[in-house]
């Protein structure tokens, strides 16, 4: 019961958020690659549309790897583009550098939906980002949880752990940390305080 067992079977939209301009950005997953979706590098494929306030698709765009990619949290950012999160377990095409089984991915896209870089973050084990935050030195905090206790994770504390990292505004690694007990701890989502810290939920069974 350590493990996220993700359930893929058809299309799903999993994060949205209304934009600036008063319409809306919309990312899931597709196995698709006809209709509204450009392409697909195989298995299930990240999908991102922007949609106007009255919902027509402005442009769609999808990437990953030739296995199976989810996103879990989608946020605009202060440019006017986007920043994504979710998970992987392809090692090839735009998910190249996966540590091991799935790991945490975090893509920052322009206005347009270009890719500007991307993260994979990870160790050996599970690893999964379930939320993404924006923080006020126009960085970035990655929230989810992890098993692993080497790459990307300074240590386990047994079982799947609290795992956070802090990115700067390109996406390098400022610092990570892990919380947890001995059984199973996964951190959910997160939000910005008013001191400039966060604050985190999720489960814990430990």
Not at 149 to 165: A, K, L
Not at 174 to 180: A, N, P, Q
Request: charged share 20%; aromatic share 10%.
């Amino acid at each position: 019961v350590g493990s996220y067992q993700r359930m893929v079977a058809i299309p799903k939209a999993l994060a949205v958020e209304q934009t600036m301009d008063g319409g809306y950005i919309v990312a899931g997953f597709s196995y698709s690659m006809d209709g509204d979706l450009p392409l697909n590098q195989g298995g299930a494929d990240v999908w991102v549309m922007e949609l106007d306030i009255n919902g027509a698709i402005e442009w769609s765009t999808t990437f990953g790897g030739s296995k199976d990619e989810e996103p879990h949290a989608i946020k605009q950012t202060p440019d006017g583009g986007y920043i994504i999160a979710g998970q992987t377990d392809s090692e090839d095409e735009m998910m190249y550098g996966n540590h091991g089984q799935v790991d945490a991915w975090v893509i920052k896209m322009d206005s347009l939906g270009s890719v500007e870089w991307k993260r994979i973050l990870g160790g050996s084990k599970w690893d999964i980002a379930w939320d993404v935050l924006l923080t006020g030195d126009n960085g970035f905090l990655v929230v989810g949880k992890s098993e692993s206790s080497d790459g990307d994770v300074t240590e386990n504390r047994g079982g799947p752990d609290y795992w956070v990292v802090k990115l700067n505004s390109i996406g390098l690694k400022e610092w990570r940390k892990t919380y947890g007990g001995g059984s199973v701890d996964i951190a959910y989502s997160g939000c910005n305080t008013n001191d400039g810290g966060f604050i985190i939920a999720g489960s814990s069974s430990s």
